[in-house]
């Protein structure tokens, strides 16, 4: 697995060198869109693809955002947001259990300071939360560090486990770390669709010109150009058409070829 910070540049350092001229970083990156999906709020989003370092956030408080992000953002086919009682039931919890700790956490009002509001882990087995967690997963039950007396997440035995595992399996259909990634891994994985678009589109010459944005680009530089160089433009695309058929043509051809031997 790649470390997150530098994961994040290299994937920005590739999608700026891809970007070819013409064009810049804003034209193929929506921020908007990042933020939909990756759950990073837009202005954490700007200053990520800037370079910057996102403020601290308590590991709880990201999850409990992030519920709230995907009830938001993944809607039910006729645009109404999922239930609080349908997505705790998907994984046997109540919806008291749910709202509770979405509400509670909510109303926390420093992201560095626990809330007194937040449920304690006995009130949260109470509601039917399992305390049970793969001891790598970082979740967000706050204890006091033996060496220095500040706060940290807890990193096994926290109450969060089959809450984020349930939430994650009925958004995603399985566990994937989206409700507690760092902000950087989550932008990371966001961004790896416009990776492998620019990617292909470097790959084909012609996978740019066929994308809606390209063919617009085109006809919108076309008064700028002078009638032979507009010509030459027209050629040059009637040209690679014709390979594209002869192609076809051929490989249509030699599959006949093979059907009729049999």
Do not use: C
């Amino acid at each position: 697995m790649r470390e997150t910070r530098p994961a994040l540049a290299e994937t920005l350092s590739r999608i700026g060198s891809l970007i070819g001229d013409g064009r810049s970083r804003d034209d193929v990156l929506d921020v908007e869109q990042l933020s939909n999906e990756s759950g990073v709020p837009r202005d954490v989003v700007r200053m990520l693809l800037d370079g910057e370092e996102p403020p601290a956030e308590d590991i709880t408080d990201r999850i409990v955002r992030r519920i709230v992000h995907l009830r938001e953002t993944r809607l039910r086919p006729d645009g109404t947001r999922h239930s609080y009682d349908e997505i705790a039931a998907s994984y046997g919890a109540s919806r008291a259990s749910l709202s509770n700790l979405v509400n509670s956490r909510r109303k926390t009002p420093s992201p560095q300071t626990p809330s007194p509001q937040m449920p304690s882990r006995q009130a949260l087995s109470r509601q039917g939360l399992s305390e049970q967690v793969p001891s790598e997963q970082v979740l967000s039950e706050q204890v006091p560090s033996q060496q220095t007396g500040e706060r940290r997440p807890a990193r096994s035995g926290g109450p969060l486990a089959s809450t984020q595992a349930g939430i994650e399996t009925f958004f995603f259909g399985q566990p994937n770390g989206w409700l507690s990634a760092e902000p950087q891994t989550s932008l990371d994985n966001a961004l790896q669709s416009v990776l492998h678009g620019l990617e292909r589109e470097a790959a084909d010459p012609m996978a740019r010109l066929r994308g809606t944005h390209g063919l617009r680009e085109l006809a919108a530089r076309a008064p700028q150009l002078a009638e032979e160089e507009l010509q030459l433009v027209t050629d040059w695309i009637d040209t690679i058409l014709q390979r594209r058929n002869a192609q076809r043509v051929r490989g249509s051809g030699s599959d006949s070829s093979h059907t009729e031997g049999q």
